[in-house]
T-cell receptor, first 114, second 114 residues
């Protein structure tokens, strides 16, 4: 079945630096890859997603890239700010795609130091 | 998302007791999901429902039960058969059970054992 590996588990950067989180998936039939941000004690919130027919997507300081051949996708946050500190989860759709099921990575705790 | 309401926020279970977690949405979404979140393990799917009066087991359904009698409601019962129920439980919904539909989460219920 589908498996999603996420790295690193923790990431500490200085304010203003960039942060990159990487995920790999196992099932080549996965076609939807969302990223969620979860602040302490709060609900996960969708911050960006990408579909398999696109290689890159940007939204202000956040970008996601997808390499279907290598079966990995990455979240890039530029000009990090203290409010970016949170746990970030990647996910991949679990085939068959018509169920809407997602498989989540283990999460990355991002700390942005002022 | 204010459209998904989970209650209670905190819940305590006694030995041998069944407890029910509530999830209500007013987003007119067809699909609803229950996840369990443990430290360092990301989100794991318990049950999901793509339409009223229908639901399917996820990856960790043992010891849990659900019902979907109304489109807006998807309650989760943690039965006495679930030997390790302490976790953070998240409910989510999406527009349809089809592919590429973003999932939106509630605020969660934290369940502990007395």
């Amino acid at each position: 079945g589908e498996n999603v590996e996420q790295h690193p588990s923790t990431l500490s950067v200085q304010e203003g630096d960039s942060a990159v989180i990487k995920c790999t998936y196992s099932d080549s039939a996965s076609n939807y890859f969302p990223w969620y941000k979860q602040e302490l004690g709060k609900r996960p919130q969708l911050i960006i997603d990408i579909r398999s027919n696109v290689g890159e997507k940007k939204d202000q300081r956040i970008a996601v890239t997808l390499n279907k051949t290598a079966k990995h996708f990455s979240l890039h946050i530029t000009e990090t700010q203290p409010e970016d500190s949170a746990v970030y989860f990647c996910a991949a759709s679990k085939p068959p795609s018509n169920t809407g099921k997602l498989i989540f990575g283990q999460g990355t705790t991002l700390q942005v130091k002022p | 998302d204010g459209g998904i309401t989970q209650s209670p926020k905190y819940l305590f279970r006694k030995e041998g007791q069944n407890v029910t977690l509530s999830c209500e949405q007013n987003l007119n979404h067809d699909a609803m999901y229950w996840y369990r979140q443990d430290p360092g393990q990301g989100l794991r799917l318990i049950y999901y429902s793509q339409i009223v009066n229908d639901f399917q087991k996820g990856d960790i359904a043992e010891g849990y039960s659900v019902s979907r009698e109304k489109k807006e409601s998807f309650p989760l019962t943690v039965t006495s058969a679930q030997k390790n129920p302490t976790a953070f439980y998240l409910c989510a919904s999406s527009r349809g059970g089809g592919p590429n539909q973003p999932q939106h989460f509630g605020d969660g219920t934290r369940l502990s054992i007395l």
